[in-house]
């Protein structure tokens, strides 16, 4: 897919499902009550998104939500107010991914279910071939205020213009 949402637009509406962070959590009998989150949370706000197509994938799991985490003071002081990473995967396994990479509550993990608001920006990438099915692409979006103030979908299998770095030299 290409991207259709652009520079400039307003995102369109989604409610994505995701399991706050808590410590009790950190008990691996815990499985956390998945609750919503609707993108009108963010009317006002910096927001910062990256999307992968898989939790625990290696690319995704070494390359691209790490560099978020350590970074993350450096989001908080050019001012955003929410770092979050979007999937298809659901609020349980995305949920045992942040605890698993120490996410805390500094990155929220959002279930994209079937990849559909991705896709709805011509984000969503067909992994069919390889049995995944329709994930989340991999790529970046700032967002303020709910518009779009950056937004890159990776051409190839690294991570680039998505990660960390690259983001951050846009805010
Ligand atoms: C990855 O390395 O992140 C990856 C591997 C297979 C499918 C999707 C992502």
């Known amino acids: 897919m290409a991207p259709t949402i652009k520079v400039g637009d307003t995102i369109p509406e989604a409610t994505f499902n995701y399991i706050p962070y808590t410590p009790e959590l950190e008990s691996k009998l815990a499985c956390g009550i998945p609750i919503k989150l609707n993108t009108s949370q963010w009317k006002g706000k910096k927001v910062v998104i990256f999307s992968v197509p898989g939790a625990f994938t290696p690319t995704c799991h070494v390359n691209h939500l790490p560099p978020y985490l350590e970074k993350y003071d450096e989001?908080?002081?050019?001012?955003?107010?929410?770092?979050?990473?979007?999937?298809?995967?659901?609020?349980?396994?995305?949920s045992g991914w942040g605890r698993f990479e120490g996410v805390g509550d500094k990155i929220l993990l959002l279930s994209d279910g079937s990849a559909k608001w991705s896709a709805s920006l011509g984000l969503s990438v067909d992994l069919s071939a390889i049995g995944f099915g329709v994930r989340t692409g991999r790529y970046a979006l700032i967002l303020d205020d709910?518009?779009?103030?950056?937004?890159?979908?990776?051409?190839?299998?690294?991570?680039?213009?998505?990660?960390?770095?690259?983001?951050?030299a846009q805010l």
Do not use: H, R
Request: no cysteine; glycine share 6%.
């Open 75 to 94: 989001f908080k002081a050019k001012g955003v107010d929410t770092i979050a990473v979007v999937a298809a995967n659901d609020a349980f396994v995305l």
């Open 146 to 168: 709910l518009v779009v103030k950056y937004v890159e979908l990776e051409p190839g299998t690294d991570v680039t213009v998505s990660g960390a770095e690259a983001v951050l």
